[in-house]
């Protein structure tokens, strides 16, 4: 029992050290780079909201798109017909009442269903909103998307300031400080007594049930919950993006979703942070430097799905623990 | 505590359940036997709610419950096993218990504080599994244990669920033979010290008339004989239909 606390311990230390280093990254990357770094933190927060239904609840959606896009919306929304209410601390709290609603309402008829069924459910749905937002060209602006100035914060204005200007600056820090308190807030939720449910269910749900679980009720409360967070990694990425299309909402956006949760890997909490981050990368990188790009991105997949099931970070854990055992090895072996 | 009452149920032609009388005293253990097919399973499938009878009643302490759901009956105390363990695969032995407790005392709605922190419920967990020698294997996953461990630990959930009334399906099925006595001695000495009512499937004789009170002896959805395990061994009857012994 000294050990686990121990381990735990430590493994908040890593959290904060490495808390601590991402509050300078601005310094040592270009700008270039640190918008990528902060596309990559707000799919971290999608990846987090995502595995709680993939990993915990286990549940494989193909259209969290829809949330994503319903946060995004939201935020683009605002910025064309309420311009006066466009700051921060509204847009946020719109965006997660936004994906809280269109989750509730997508999440109940899925939840009546599991496996491939719950996912093609879950792709229909979004991809139903797709064609809303696609076709109603006068409201949201079809295939042109919306255009998402930079927002006012808190009375504070950043009129004049150039988009890069303002991602380096304050911006990092409030996305970083979201980041922040949605792995917080996550990492509580799945080792809660609700998480637990919640991984009963993903283990055996006639048990789940027979333990007095009422199991689509908590299937639900994950996919909302998922939904939210999805949502708010949705508002978070415009303002680095600066533009919102239809697209957000289609099943090849909730694709890569799926992908980057695989990447980093699924049965791990920190899994999708790190797919998250890689995918950005990887994709970027790939898109600068062929027109194959997509070749790169399905070859990872499959070198993925044969090779590191658990993804990369199920790799370094296995690589950490095999280490350790043959250390414990040595050790009794001298 | 429970009474059925002249309950039946058909598929079709087949006379599963069939005018089923049966009484269970307070911290009673009786087990069923019969041939395969004689309805035992189709009767705790009855008592737990998993199917709705044709006809007759279920009183559970004098609680019409004959058409209650599943979830209702657990709220009122019917735990059950199952003959295929059903347990949480990837999840450790303390969780499997402790996630009964939590849901027991509704607290899986709590969301943001960490299992560990409901030290109360940690405990409690934790002692359930010492009373059926699990203890020690608490940080392991399913994975890791035996088939009579995994026996017990599904009587366990049923048994933190504060069950009054537990269905055991086949407790020892699947165990291998050199554990089988271990097995229901863990789990008989848990439920006698809590004074549970218990209804037993079993085939194999030896356990029936080592650990029940009281046997029923179902052929074809009907109770044949009931009484003391010395006794129904004896009955002539029962011999040439479940045992295929003629003398």
């Known amino acids: ?334 | 505590m429970l009474t059925v009452d002249s309950l039946k149920k058909h598929f079709g032609f087949v006379k599963a359940v069939d005018n089923v009388n049966l009484e269970i005293g307070e911290g009673e253990i009786v087990s069923i036997i019969g041939t395969n097919g004689a309805g035992k399973t189709t009767l705790v499938n009855l008592i737990s709610g998993y199917l709705k009878p044709d006809s007759g009643r279920i009183l559970f302490f004098d609680k019409d419950i004959t058409f209650a759901s599943p979830y209702v009956r657990i709220k009122l105390g019917v735990g059950r096993s199952f003959q295929l363990i059903q347990l949480f695969g990837k999840t450790t032995v303390l969780d499997n218990v402790r996630t009964a407790l939590f849901s027991k005392y509704g607290m899986i709605r709590k969301g943001l504080l960490p299992a560990e922190r409901y030290s109360s419920v940690t405990d409690e967990a934790i002692k359930i599994l010492e009373n059926f020698n699990l203890a020690d294997k608490r940080n392991l996953t399913p994975t890791g244990l035996s088939e009579g461990d995994l026996k017990i630990l599904d009587v366990a959930i049923a048994f933190a669920l504060k069950s009054k009334l537990l269905l055991l399906d086949e407790p020892t099925s699947g165990v291998a033979t050199s554990d089988k006595f271990k097995v229901m001695d863990s789990i008989i000495s848990a439920i006698k010290r809590e004074k549970i009512s218990t209804l037993i499937i079993e085939h194999d004789m030896d356990i029936v008339s080592g650990y029940s009170d009281r046997v029923v002896v179902m052929h074809e959805g009907r109770v044949m004989a009931q009484g003391k395990p010395s006794e129904i061994m004896e009955d002539k009857e029962v011999k040439a239909i479940v045992f295929g012994i003629v003398s």
């Open chain 1, 1 to 334: 029992m000294r050990l686990k606390e121990t381990i735990k311990k430590t493994r908040w230390v890593i959290y904060a050290a490495i808390f601590i280093v991402l509050l300078f990254i601005p310094r040592f990357l270009s700008i270039f780079n640190l918008m990528l770094f902060e596309y990559g933190l707000t799919f971290a927060i999608v990846g987090l909201g995502f595995n709680l239904l993939l990993g915990y609840t286990g549940l494989l959606s193909f259209g969290h798109g829809a949330y994503f896009a319903a946060g995004a919306y939201t935020v683009g929304m605002i910025a064309k017909y309420l311009p006066e209410a466009y700051r921060l601390e509204i847009l946020i709290p719109a965006a997660l009442l936004f994906s809280l609603i269109i989750s509730i309402i997508f999440g109940f008829l899925c939840v009546r269903h599991t496996k491939i069924f719950f996912s093609i459910l879950a792709l229909s749905l979004s991809m139903l909103l797709y064609a809303l937002l696609f076709k109603l060209y006068h409201i949201t602006g079809g295939s042109d998307g919306l255009r998402i100035p930079l927002p006012a914060a808190f009375g504070f204005s950043f009129k004049g300031i150039r988009r890069p200007e303002f991602l380096s600056g304050t911006y990092y820090y409030f996305l970083l400080g979201f980041f922040a308190v949605s792995f917080v807030v996550m990492k509580g939720i799945v080792s809660s007594p609700f998480g637990k449910a919640l991984q009963a269910i993903r283990d055996n749900e006639v048990r789940a049930e027979l333990i007095g679980i009422r199991v689509r009720r908590y299937r639900l409360y994950a996919f909302v919950i998922s939904g939210m967070f999805v949502g708010l990694g949705g508002a978070l990425w415009t303002f680095v993006n600066g533009h919102v299309t239809a697209d957000l909402s289609h099943w090849v956006f909730s694709g890569e979703i799926v992908y980057m949760t695989l990447l980093g890997g699924f049965g791990i909490f920190e899994g999708p942070v790190i797919g998250a981050i890689l995918f950005t990368y990887l994709k970027l990188y790939a898109m600068g430097n062929t027109q194959y790009w997509m070749f790169v991105i399905g070859a990872t997949l499959i070198v993925l799905v044969m090779l590191l099931p658990n993804g990369v970070a199920g790799a370094f854990v296995s690589l950490f623990s095999k280490l350790k055992r043959r250390k414990a090895v040595e050790g009794s072996a001298c």
